[in-house]
């Protein structure tokens, strides 16, 4: 039976005065900032990993990510399905929506969503706006998710000249729908990495570097440390999350 160890980083950075990007980890929601990156080791039958990076000032930002996972913790069990997390994301769009109804003060709020549910028998990854997943497989780095950007920004070298977006949830005075991208693949297997992150990371660190850096550091919790220091060290402008995972077939008893 596969197991996944995961380990898990969330801060401000060095510019922004708050962090308004949450993790989730299954059915736990991390907020705020982190001194030290976290651990852990999730059973194989099924393991959900959410990254959000709210926008619209630190009490709209950090309302709108953490609303965002809290609905979709919800809805967990309906995340492993392409049809069904279509679904749960649109709705988690809409519980935005409502949110800014009743608090007029979180008008256009709005957050990205990256995630990836990881099963024995699949890999689903989802996504709205610039929030990346990767997979590291045979010494390739390969993008599984989409940014949402305009046409001219998607081939960026370096730090992207702005930061609009074509389609993130919420994020407007009024109503807009979404249409998540969904896509399933094999299961992650032994020997490769997958990592979600928010722009906070790929604004500062090149694909290229995070691709060296998880080829050559194996370990999840060593990945996490020395992707967080490479944003830091390049300024760490806006607030940085990654999550690392990693799969490990349990040694069978005697």
Not at 117 to 133: E, H, M, P, Y
Not at 154 to 161: L, M
Request: hydrophobic residues 40%; aromatic residues 4%.
């Amino acid at each position: 039976m596969p197991s996944w160890t995961i380990a898990a980083f969330t801060h401000r950075g060095h510019v922004r005065p708050d962090n308004e990007d949450a993790i989730a980890i299954d059915d736990r929601v991390l907020t705020g900032d982190m001194d030290v990156p976290m651990v852990m080791t999730s059973p194989g039958d099924c393991c959900l990993l959410m990254i959000a990076d709210g926008m619209g000032g630190h009490a709209r930002g950090a309302m709108a990510s953490r609303a965002v996972l809290d609905y979709l913790v919800g809805a967990m069990a309906r995340l492993s399905n392409p049809a069904s997390c279509a679904e749960a994301i649109e709705e988690a769009n809409r519980h935005l929506y409502e949110l800014m109804r009743k608090h007029e003060e979180a008008l256009g709020m709005g957050s990205t969503l990256v995630g990836a549910v990881l099963k024995a028998g699949q890999l689903l990854t989802f996504n709205i706006g610039d929030s990346r997943c990767y997979l590291l497989s045979a010494g390739q780095l390969v993008q599984l998710s989409h940014d949402d950007v305009p046409e001219g920004e998607r081939s960026h070298i370096g730090p992207r000249r702005s930061h609009a977006l074509t389609q993130a949830l919420g994020g407007s005075s009024f109503p807009i729908a979404v249409e998540p991208h969904i896509s399933l693949d094999p299961p992650l297997a032994p020997g490769e990495t997958l990592l979600l992150c928010s722009d906070g990371l790929t604004d500062m660190v090149a694909s290229e570097v995070i691709g060296s850096t998880l080829r050559v550091v194996e370990a999840p919790l060593r990945s996490v440390r020395d992707l967080a220091a490479r944003a830091f060290r390049a300024g760490a402008r806006d607030n940085v999350s990654l999550v690392v995972v990693r799969r490990s077939d349990a040694r069978p008893t005697r």
